[in-house]
């Protein structure tokens, strides 16, 4: 059995943060060993057994952290259980459909062989950094569009899969 996972993320404001860390305690309530920390420190994956990667999506793009991980440590994600999960919609319809991943994030999924990925509403309050980030705030389309129920039923499906031995 899987035991010991890695939810990874790539965030600016904190938003993916929370939903890596929402993961990772669905994870350990399931009976696995799972850290969330930021992909940018992570110097290995070594000590992992599976892993789950999650960045912000900025203008089509998962955010720079999360890109940089995967390609840093491909080869060792590749031999590993991998899922993806991108936050970014800031309005209802990651609740509502199911959304494809961005093209870059794709070219990931088939590159390493990644299980799954889902896409959740992403969040962007007052406070937020960034010169877009503001603009955004300014024309009203800011809020938190992220689903808790969601987040931890997904997380749900990866720990059953760990759990079944994959």
């Given at each position: ?9 790539g965030?600016t ?7 890596a860390?929402?993961?990772a ?7 696995l060993?799972a ?20 960045g912000?999506?900025y203008a089509?793009?998962?955010h720079?952290?999360?890109r940089?991980f995967v390609?840093?440590?491909?080869r060792a ?6 899922w993806?999960?991108s936050?970014?919609?800031?309005d209802?319809?990651?609740s509502?459909r199911d959304?494809?991943p ?23 309050e ?24 969601a ?11 760990l759990?079944?031995?994959d």
């Open positions: 059995m899987t035991r010991n996972v890695l939810v990874a993320y965030t404001n904190g938003s993916t943060a929370q939903i860390e929402a993961i305690d669905v994870l350990r309530k399931d009976g060993t850290d969330a920390l930021p992909a940018r420190t992570m110097a290995s994956v070594s000590s992992y057994d599976a892993v789950v990667v999650g912000g999506l089509g793009r998962w720079k952290d999360a940089r390609r840093r440590h491909g994600l590749a031999e590993r259980p991998l993806l999960f936050s970014g919609p800031l209802p319809s990651a509502e959304i494809p961005v093209p870059g994030v794709q070219k990931v999924m088939t590159r390493l062989d990644a299980r799954e990925h889902i896409t959740f509403g992403g969040c962007l007052e406070g937020a950094k960034g010169w877009v980030a503001g603009m955004i705030l300014r024309s009203g389309k800011g809020g938190d569009f992220r689903d808790f129920t987040i931890e039923e997904w997380a749900g499906r990866v720990a059953a899969e759990a079944g031995g």
